[in-house]
């Protein structure tokens, strides 16, 4: 940043996707979701920096060159639909000229007329309507690009897919016809036996709960809470205080918004950056919490049953 000053978008992220599962990235907006996304397709600013280890397989993301990614990841291993997907569209080509060229890039179907077929059938999975294939980007709404981004991203069937807000733009029937694809992707595989991964980044827990296996909340930068989707969503609840916030804030449960706002990721506090917004705060939240049990809190609540 202006004046050599550093901001850790995200700090300490440890956690895996398997094949065959869906694991829900959540939280509020600026909180580092998408610059994780970005960190792991090597996507981010050239003024920032990444540390540790992202593996697929054994290869490390972080610490491969341009030419790995660009010939061997993107696409191939981990396919992207793009947050703003309007703004990763060439505004010259048709939607159907976008598909029939990643379809000729990331498959083995060659001949024009199969690759047309092939591009079609793209744009069925992701509900993208066949009479818009040949309009240009600035001609879809947002709902449609999103559609077009999707159809996109599914065409190499990659082993892992990272979908940055893949409902945005969308109603409520084309939010549930995505979601549905996306896990059918998953479970679907390779015909090989093999099972497809899904990071799915969302603010849309109703979509989150309908297709996750997992929930994984950030805020401020760091993974707060990491647990089962059953349990995040039924009866026993989130842990954290703050991941409870985020389902007293849907219209169908309690439509209550967490008190205050976010903190500035460059004037983070040395301990709890939730503290000032938590009812369960106490002084030992200016120290930063431990993760016990997938959950990052000195307060933590405690399930029925686990009580003393």
Known sequence: MPGGRRIAA????????????????IGESGCGKSVLASALLGLLPANAQAAGEA??????????????????????????????????????????????????????????????VAAETAAERAAFP?????RHPHE?????AQRAATALAL??????????EPTTGLDRDLVDHTVDELRRHVDAGDGEGTRRALLMITHDLTAAERIADRVAVMYAGRIVELTDAET?????????????????????????AIPGMPPELGDLPD???FAPRCERASEACATLPPTAAGTACHHPHVREGIRA
């Open 155 to 164: 065409v190499g069937d990659a082993p892992l897919l990272l979908a940055d």
């Open 55 to 116: 593996r697929i397989g054994d290869l490390d993301l972080l610490a491969a060159d341009e030419r790995t990614l660009a010939r061997t990841v993107r696409g191939r291993l981990i396919g992207l639909i793009p947050q703003s997907p309007a703004a990763h569209l060439t505004p010259v080509r048709t939607v159907r000229s976008h598909l029939e060229e990643t379809v000729a890039a990331l498959t083995r179907t060659r001949g024009r007329a199969v690759v047309r």
């Open 130 to 134: 066949m009479d818009h294939l040949d």
């Open 271 to 273: 301990g709890c950056a």
């Open 140 to 144: 879809l709404s947002g709902g449609l």
């Open 10 to 25: 995200v700090t300490d992220a440890h956690f895996d996707v398997a094949a065959g599962e869906c694991l829900a990235l």
């Open 232 to 256: 995040f969503f039924g009866a026993p609840g989130p842990r954290h205080p703050y991941s409870r916030g985020l389902l007293q804030a849907l219209p169908e449960r309690a439509f209550t």
